[in-house]
């Protein structure tokens, strides 16, 4: 149990478009979920936790108007990077916590979404 | 506020040779602490996690981690590597309020040797 589904795998756009990211837990709700950028050989950035029914908390630095979290149900939250550019080229992964369980339990990650902008 | 620290950014050691990744944690209450794998272009796997129960933890694949206290450790062990092993990997401490946000080490690459 506790799969993450992340899609799309890879996506490719032009410089201005938007694209939408989807996370989805599909055997288990998730109140919270998290949202990460990774760099090519680096660790995982937290972009912005997104809590069901609410607002999305975003770290700092992370330009809440760029990066559209939508978190509409206890088992979707979607990503949106508004007018891309090349620089917001990525790898992003989301995880999920179950809903109920201790907030030191493990996180289940998605595969992740390799975003290139050209 | 809590840290962590992995030492190596690589490591490679032999198919069949004990592997050790290290990894020192900062925190100012007691820790829950996770290890987890990455393979090129996916998510992360969880390996094993600490969460004040036993100090020596087992988790998939044949790895364990101790935690010991006295040192602020929580060393990734595993008796014989294989080449599936080759990957990168992270330690991870989770905060102790709120979300619960995880704070991640800068990961370890585990190159394994034929």
């Known amino acids: 149990g506790a799969v993450v589904s992340q899609h799309p795998s890879r996506v490719i756009c032009k410089s201005g478009t938007s694209v939408k990211i989807e996370c989805r837990s599909l055997?288990?709700?998730?109140?919270?979920m998290f949202w990460y950028r990774q760099f090519p050989k680096q660790s995982l950035m937290l972009m912005a936790t997104?809590?069901?029914?609410?607002?999305?908390?975003?770290e700092q630095g992370v330009e809440k108007d760029k990066f559209l979290i939508n978190h509409a149900s206890l088992t979707l939250s979607t990503l949106t990077v508004t007018s891309a550019h090349p620089e917001d080229s990525s790898f992003y992964i989301c995880?999920?916590?179950?809903?109920?369980?201790?907030?030191?339990?493990?996180?289940?990650f998605g595969n992740g979404t390799r975003l290139t902008v050209t | 506020a809590q840290s962590v620290t992995q030492l190596d950014s690589h490591v490679s050691v032999s198919e069949g040779t004990p592997v050790l990744l290290r990894c020192n944690y900062s925190?100012?209450?007691?820790?829950?602490l996770f290890w987890y794998v990455q393979h090129p272009n996916k998510g992360l796997q969880l390996l094993l996690k600490?969460?004040?129960?036993?100090?020596l933890v087992k988790g998939i694949n044949g790895f364990e981690a101790e935690f010991k206290k006295s040192e602020t450790s929580f060393h990734l062990t595993k008796p014989s590597a294989h080449m599936s092993d080759a990957a990168e990997y992270f330690c991870?401490?989770?905060?102790?309020?709120?979300?619960?946000?995880?704070?991640f080490g800068t990961g370890t690459r585990l190159k394994v040797l034929a």
């Open positions: 997104s809590n069901e029914g609410s607002k999305a908390t975003y």
């Open positions: 995880s999920a916590r179950k809903q109920g369980v201790l907030g030191n339990s493990p996180l289940h």
């Open positions: 991870v401490v989770s905060s102790t309020s709120g979300t619960y946000k995880y704070i």
């Open positions: 055997d288990f709700q998730a109140t919270t």
């Open positions: 925190s100012s209450y007691s820790p829950s």
């Open positions: 600490y969460t004040s129960a036993a100090t």
